[in-house]
């Protein structure tokens, strides 16, 4: 069974950091791409970031760029979205992706406000 838990979410101030995490279990997680999506208030969910199973090709959406990096422990069987520099539009629910089965977690919200 695949299960997904995002954690790592919270409130934080304009140009702060935050770390989200994935910890991913009932598949071969090593030999898997994971995402990060996100989704804002009122908007269609959007893939922010993107990493192969060895970890050596990453991905990023135009508006994280140089601001967030995704990493994994595969030893560990969990994903990570390093967050950087925060602004109020990085807004939103954020997901974990396993794109082959196509499995969602549950989300994680992050809010970016004064």
């Known amino acids: 069974q695949v299960q997904l838990v995002e954690s790592g979410g919270g409130l934080v101030q304009p140009g702060g950091s935050l770390t989200l995490s994935c910890a991913a279990s009932?598949?071969?997680?090593?030999?898997?791409?994971m995402s990060w999506y996100r989704q804002a208030p009122g908007k269609e969910r959007e893939l922010v970031a993107t990493i192969t199973g060895p970890g050596n090709l990453r991905n990023y959406a135009d508006s994280v760029k140089g601001r967030f990096t995704i990493s994994r422990d595969n030893a560990k069987n969990t994903v990570y979205l390093q967050m950087n520099s925060l602004k109020p539009e990085d807004t939103a629910v954020y997901y974990c992706?396993?794109?082959?089965?196509?499995?969602w977690g549950k989300g994680t919200l992050v809010t970016v406000t004064s």
């Open positions: 992706h396993f794109s082959a089965g196509n499995y």
């Open positions: 009932g598949f071969p997680f090593s030999f898997h791409a």
